[in-house]
């Protein structure tokens, strides 16, 4: 796969995402030692820097911003060209002029995750006590933690409540954070495909991940960029192993079968006789070409981490008591990662605390993946409640 | 749920009977069509709990609170006094325990709204007494193989329930056939006999 994409364009690709690092194409806001970041893990981080995007206008009244969380390897490219990869914003099908989410009558922000690769402060960026990258030094991050961050982001454009938060997977989980801990600055929330906390199987295929990473020599105990190496090896197995987690059995079927890749019979040897291994392979080079090895290994331990009930005494409608922000849940039939009772724990807790809620579940066998795809349920479901939250807010057109 | 919706004349009434700005919960609320109407009619917080997962999209798609989920198993998870009005239309026959669910009602509204159709209608009767066939009308369109109904009751037996569960009949309406209501001084069971569909406001006493 690498001959075939040429050694060139890989070295090319790879320098543009260090450099998206301390010195991304997005806009940056940078805070100094006035304006920590609280961490749960019990440090500051600071100084500390946010890269994000935004797209539309804030009215004059502030109410109209919605607030896009992205997943584990997401970042804030949602609707532009994605300055790594060339490829369309991530969730470009959805937001931008005159789609769902209407870029002309909405203002849209989309921040990249504190501990990510892509701008804002994770362990690529440079250490100001050092000079050098973070590496593992720097503090573990939670869920809690980004949405600290992006409140410190919201507060620096002036927002005092958002119109909604949404996001799927990770960013699902940043939208349930948000609702938890600012209910005042959310009018509506969107998880999409999440859970309120990590299940025991999503833990055991993130181990995988990462031991996948750290077993690669070429990781150097974290601090591979100070050796000018990256563990490519073992970050492509980790994203091999996760990408399946986010198909399922039917689409993977449907897709690639026991199809070969370019021959006509089995060569008896351990090359990628199978279309599924091609895929993989390919899924796992791309990546590393684009993602920081630190950074996987901190954003898949925020996720393990996250947990919303243990952070309310253990009981999930406690986290929502007394919340007036409408929220609208979507699972997806096939998504093994978040299974639908995932969501549907959710929805019976915040049915517990009263809370106005919308519950979809859409039938496909796109698995996790679906939401990130174009599904015209999925679009029906958000354009209603969109739409029904904006004539609550007195947003209507 | 089980009733054309042409034929739903129950809504009106339940409509008549929730005053603006009330906080609904609409038990098996199909497409949406009651919520909709508390909405555009009376301004009501409403949510929705649905079965089927083709209503739920339907309902969220034109901006309505619904979750997907069961009558007789998710009521459980709403708090005490939740609401003003719980709402169950033409949908206790098609639980598994209308006794259960009713109480789950009278414990989550401060009212409940029960519409369901009667079994005791002459209609009904005449089928199985003279023709020996259980009853397929226009408002019960399903042979007895295929039919979610599985707990018919008569306005009677109705009545007898919610003495049981100590629930208070604040208000009943009885339709005919042609969706008219039934005189108030009409005794039970002239009600019993004529009404088609019925409509009771209950309270915990």
């Known amino acids: 796969m690498r001959d075939r994409m040429g050694t060139d364009m890989v070295a090319q690709r790879a320098a543009r995402t260090k450099d998206e690092v301390d010195h991304p194409s997005s806009p940056v806001l940078q805070f100094g030692s006035d304006m920590p970041l609280k961490l749960d893990a019990g440090t500051l981080l600071s100084p500390f820097q946010i890269a994000y995007q935004t797209y539309g206008t804030l009215n004059d009244a502030r109410s109209n911003a919605i607030l896009v969380c992205h997943a584990l390897t997401g970042d804030q490219h949602v609707a532009n060209t994605n300055p790594v990869t060339g490829k369309p914003g991530w969730w470009e099908v959805l937001i931008g002029p005159g789609k769902i989410i209407d870029t002309n009558r909405f203002f849209v922000i989309c921040s990249n995750v504190v501990g990510g690769c892509l701008g804002s402060t994770g362990p690529a960026s440079t250490n100001p006590a050092t000079g050098r990258p973070y590496g593992l030094d720097l503090p573990i991050i939670t869920i809690r933690d980004m949405v600290r961050a992006q409140a410190m982001l919201v507060d620096h454009f002036g927002i005092e409540k958002l119109f909604c938060v949404l996001g799927g997977s990770m960013g699902g989980m940043q939208v349930l954070e948000w609702a938890a801990s600012y209910p005042e600055r959310v009018f509506s929330a969107l998880p999409i495909a999440t859970g309120a906390r990590h299940s025991s199987q999503n833990i055991a295929f993130h181990e995988v991940g990462r031991q996948a990473v750290m077993a690669d020599p070429e990781w150097h105990g974290g601090k591979y960029l100070d050796f000018g190496k990256r563990p490519e090896k073992g970050l492509a197995v980790a994203r091999m192993a996760a990408h399946i987690t986010y198909l399922s059995e039917a689409a993977l079927h449907r897709k690639f079968g026991r199809n070969l890749q370019d021959r006509e019979a089995l060569t008896f040897g351990f090359d990628a006789d199978f279309q599924i291994e091609s895929y993989l392979r390919h899924q796992g080079m791309t990546f590393v070409d684009r993602f920081d090895a630190n950074s996987y290994l901190y954003l898949t331990r925020a996720m393990d981490y996250f947990d919303v009930a243990a952070d309310h005494g253990g009981r999930l409608a406690d986290a929502f008591a007394g919340t007036r922000t409408r929220f609208c849940l979507v699972s997806f039939t096939s998504d093994w990662l978040f299974p639908t009772e995932e969501s549907r724990s959710i929805v019976h807790a915040l049915n517990a605390a009263g809370a106005s809620v919308s519950f979809v579940e859409i039938e496909t066998d796109r698995g996790h993946d679906a939401f990130l795809l174009d599904e015209p349920e999925l679009f029906a479901a958000i354009n209603g409640f969109i739409a029904s939250a904006a004539r609550a807010r007195g947003l209507g057109l | ?205």
């Open chain 2, 1 to 205: 749920m089980s009733v054309n919706r042409a034929q739903r004349v129950d809504l009106d009434v339940v409509t008549d009977l929730i005053p603006p700005n009330s906080r609904v919960l609409d038990v098996g609320s199909g497409d949406g069509v009651l919520l909709e109407l508390l909405q555009e009619t009376k301004q009501v917080d409403g949510r929705g709990l649905e079965l089927s997962q083709r209503g739920v999209n339907e309902c969220v798609a034109r901006g309505l609170s619904v979750i997907q989920g069961d009558a007789d198993t998710d009521l459980k998870f709403y708090a005490d006094k939740g609401f003003d009005f719980v709402v169950l239309s033409q949908t206790l026959q098609a639980t598994r325990n209308p006794k259960v669910v009713l109480d789950e009602l009278l414990r989550i509204g401060n009212r409940a709204i029960v519409s369901f159709p009667n079994f005791g209608h002459w209609r009904v009767r005449f089928s199985l007494l003279i023709k020996g066939r259980m009853p397929v009308t226009k408002d019960l369109p399903y042979s007895w193989y295929d039919t979610p109904n599985i707990h018919f009751c008569t306005i009677r037996d109705f009545v007898n329930l919610c003495e049981e569960l100590g629930a208070t009949v604040e208000k009943a309406t009885a339709l005919d056939a042609n969706g008219q209501k039934i005189g108030l001084s009409m005794p039970w069971w002239f009600w019993n006999f004529f009404g088609q569909q019925a409509v009771f406001l209950l309270k915990r006493a």
